[in-house]
């Protein structure tokens, strides 16, 4: 059995025209977050009821988006068509503040946060960026270590030549006391020795 195309025009029947606004309405944010998602598109929408109820839906922030809306209407393009450095500037801004959020949330899953509603293939893509930022991560550990074990090995150089300066240090100092000593021992022989030799001139 096909499907009867349906005529558009107003629902007349009061509780048809509800359902109807509700699946529609649905379906229609349905759409508008899926061309967000897939072409990184930034959606603001405002839906009102027939009794005046708002239904809106923003992929950011609908302010935001609304402001620059009115930035959109209320500038002069030249000739050229080109964007005033001024919508530019704001473009680039909007831009640089979803890579954060983005980024942001990146990092938070990482850490194991907000991992509800992942699917397989993202669960996936985030095992592979934490293997890929634990090598990278183990590869910075090995070379700190590395350069830690070459300080210490400067270190220890250093302290052998410096052990070895005082070694030699002390050699000088203790042949020096010994000369010292046997210069003192010579000293005290030869002055002996005058006095004998003194006493034997006295009794001749």
């Known amino acids: 059995m096909t499907r009867r195309k349906i005529e558009i025009k107003k629902i007349e029947n009061a509780a048809a025209r509800q359902v109807a606004f509700s699946k529609r309405r649905k379906g229609l944010f349905k759409k508008a977050m899926e061309l967000s998602t897939l072409c990184d598109a930034e959606i603001a929408l405002l839906v009102f009821s027939a009794s005046g109820k708002l239904f809106d839906y923003s992929s950011t922030s609908m302010r935001q988006l609304i402001e620059r809306r009115n930035l959109y209407s209320n500038i002069n393009l030249d000739e050229s068509h080109q964007p005033s450095l001024e919508l530019q500037v704001e473009g680039e801004y909007f831009k640089l503040k979803k890579e954060l959020k983005e980024k942001t949330r990146e990092i938070r899953q990482l850490n194991g946060e907000e991992l509800q509603g992942l699917t397989l293939k993202d669960l996936r893509k985030l095992e592979i960026l934490l293997n890929t930022s634990l090598n990278l991560i183990s590869k910075a550990k090995d070379q700190v270590h590395e ?45 002996a020795l005058d006095a004998t030799q003194r006493m034997r001139l006295l009794f001749l």
């Not at 030699?168 to 010579?186: C, F, H, I, T, Y």
């Open 147 to 191: 350069q830690e074990i070459s300080i210490l090995k400067t270190k220890e150089a250093k302290l052998m030549e410096e052990n070895q300066r005082l070694n030699q240090e002390v050699k000088m100092m203790e042949e020096n006391q010994r000369s010292q000593q046997v210069q003192r021992l010579e000293h005290d022989q030869g002055q």
